[in-house]
C-alpha cells in the first residue's frame, strides 16, 4: 500500500510529469472511394446524388434551395405554398409601405390646415386693424 502512495504521490517541485508518447494516427480512410469522381461511384456503388428527402407523418419532405420543401400540402404543391408565401410577404411589405405613406400624407395635411388657419387668422386680424384705422 505504501508504494501505492509514493508512485501516486508528485512532488511539489522536482520530477516533471512526462505522459507516454503516443502512436501516430493510422490513416483516416483505408478506401479508396474518396479519390474516384461522382460518376464512377455512382457506378460501383449504385448510389445516386440528389437532394435529401424524408417521410414524416405522412408528408414527404424535399431540401431545396436551402429549406425543406413539402412534397404533399392540401390539394397544392409545396412549391405552390413556397411561392405563394412569398407573394404573401412582398404583399404583407407593400401594404406596411403604403400605410407609411398615408400616415406621411396626414402629417403633410394637418401641418397645411393648421397654417391655412394661421393665415386665415392673420387676414382677419388685419381687417380688422384696417378697420380700426378707418
Request: aromatic content about 6%; cysteine-free.
Amino acid at each position: 500500500m505504501e508504494d501505492l502512495k509514493k508512485s501516486l504521490k508528485m512532488p511539489l517541485f522536482g520530477n516533471t510529469f512526462s505522459p507516454k508518447k503516443i502512436p501516430p494516427r493510422k490513416s483516416a480512410s483505408l478506401s479508396s472511394l474518396h479519390t474516384l469522381d461522382r460518376s464512377t461511384r455512382e457506378v460501383e456503388l449504385g448510389l445516386e446524388y440528389g437532394p435529401p428527402a424524408m417521410n414524416l407523418g405522412g408528408q414527404s419532405w424535399k431540401f431545396e434551395e436551402g429549406q425543406w420543401i413539402s412534397e404533399s400540402v392540401g390539394n397544392g404543391s409545396g412549391k405552390e405554398f413556397q411561392r405563394l408565401k412569398k407573394r404573401n410577404v412582398q404583399l404583407e411589405e407593400e401594404n406596411n409601405l403604403l400605410k407609411l405613406k398615408i400616415e406621411i400624407l396626414l402629417d403633410m395635411l394637418t401641418e397645411t390646415t393648421v397654417e391655412y388657419h394661421l393665415m386665415e387668422k392673420e387676414a382677419e386680424d388685419i381687417k380688422t386693424q384696417i378697420r380700426r384705422k378707418k
